[in-house]
């Protein structure tokens, strides 16, 4: 059994322990559950998909990287999980929501004693939010959690391997399913099963912002973000998708996927979608190509009759010159619907609920 902070937390609201910081907003889980009872709305929100990188702060970011090579347990586990011929390997979205999710939980956790962690504004919501990009080939998963420090991208990440690692790879090495790695708790790694490269900035309250990027070439790199704080606080994951993973930049797929693997996740869960539009857009002049300078010349006479001739034309005339083209509106929308299995009625919850919670 995987035991992660939302037990802890789910024991401790059971006592009453969640209830004594009323100055924090959401500790109000009803008030939570009129959020998710809205989540098939779309949110036309100004919040940017996923952090812009410049030519210009890609090259800084390699100049000031720091280099670092895998811990050796780490590495056998990447190597087993690149090399897998597993099939199910949308399970790399499931951990990757966990794990957002017990960052939020850590973050709600220490705000319960310090309101002021939150920080202000966009800081204080506590969500996930999900996008892709066709042309780049990304899908990116950001979180306003507890955020990670140099340090903890080092170690986490790569040269400290947690005790599960080697668990991991023996149970491997017995025949066991590469589904279970969550439950060793290494599922990050599970991003190689779809992705060559991974990029992951985080922003803490008492760090800088850090960028971590690896293509499980057996070494990964640190470094400031030359960008700055554009998190605020948090973590963004980005996962540069290998060939042969591109129906994870189908929205309607990953639609249902982060429905089916957010079913107990209390956080509000957004994905970044589009809807084509077909719009009434201006039609620009034709320019006219010619030869020679007498052609010119004799050109730019006729415009000049033209222009003459035009000073009676409407203004509506010339608002009529349009055309039709077909446009991409993105929008956010909350996928995550289901209340938390510990907000519910006992009566409602039924024995395969209460099974699957506890898996």
């Known amino acids: 059994m995987r035991l992660s902070l939302r037990v802890v937390l789910l024991a401790a609201a059971t006592a009453g322990l969640l209830l004594a910081a009323p100055q924090v907003a959401f500790a109000d889980e009803g008030a939570a559950a009129q959020d998710v009872a809205a989540a098939t709305e779309a949110i036309e929100e100004d919040v940017p998909a996923a952090g812009e990188w410049s030519e210009e702060a890609s090259a800084k970011l ?36 966990s794990n957002a999710s017990d960052a939020l939980d850590k973050i709600r956790f220490l705000a319960l004693s310090d309101a002021s962690i939150l920080g202000e504004g966009k800081e204080r919501d506590l969500e996930i939010r999900i996008s892709f990009d066709e042309e780049e080939r990304t899908v990116t998963i950001k979180d306003s959690g507890v955020g990670m420090t140099k340090e903890d991208l080092i170690q986490n ?22 589904g279970l790695i969550g439950q060793f708790g290494v599922g990050f790694y599970s991003v190689y099963l779809i992705a060559d490269k991974v990029r992951v900035v985080s922003k803490h309250n008492e760090d800088e912002q850090n960028v971590w990027e690896s293509t499980a070439d057996g070494t990964f790199t640190v470094a400031e973000d030359p ?11 980005t996962l540069f998708l290998k060939e042969d993973a591109s129906e994870y930049l189908n929205q309607d797929k990953l639609e249902t996927l982060i429905s089916r693997y957010s079913e107990f996740i209390t956080f509000p869960i957004y994905l ?8 009434e857009v201006p039609v620009e002049k034709e320019e006219n190509i010619s030869t020679g300078e007498d052609a010119e010349d004799e050109e730019a006479e006729d415009r000049e009759l033209q222009m003459e001739d035009a000073d009676e034309e409407s203004e509506e005339d010339e608002e009529a010159a ?13 996928v995550n619907q289901n209340s938390a299995i510990w907000t519910r009625d006992r009566s409602e919850i039924t024995g395969e609920e209460y099974k699957n919670f506890y898996k």
Do not use: C, H, P
């Not at 960008?227 to 606080?233: E, I, Q, S, V």
């Open 62 to 97: 390699k100049l000031s990287e720091e280099k670092y090579d895998f811990q050796a347990e780490v590495s056998r586990l990447m190597d087993i999980i690149i090399n897998s011929l597993y099939t199910n390997r949308e399970i790399f979205l499931r951990e990757l929501i």
């Open 322 to 334: 349009t055309k039709t083209e077909t446009i991409k509106r993105w929008f956010w929308v909350q």
């Open 227 to 237: 960008r700055g704080n554009t998190l605020g606080r948090g973590t963004e994951i």
């Open 157 to 178: 990440l790569g040269t400290v391997a947690k005790s599960g690692t080697s668990q991991f790879v023996e149970a491997m090495a017995s025949g066991a399913d590469v």
């Open 272 to 279: 970044n979608k589009f809807k084509t539009e077909t719009v």
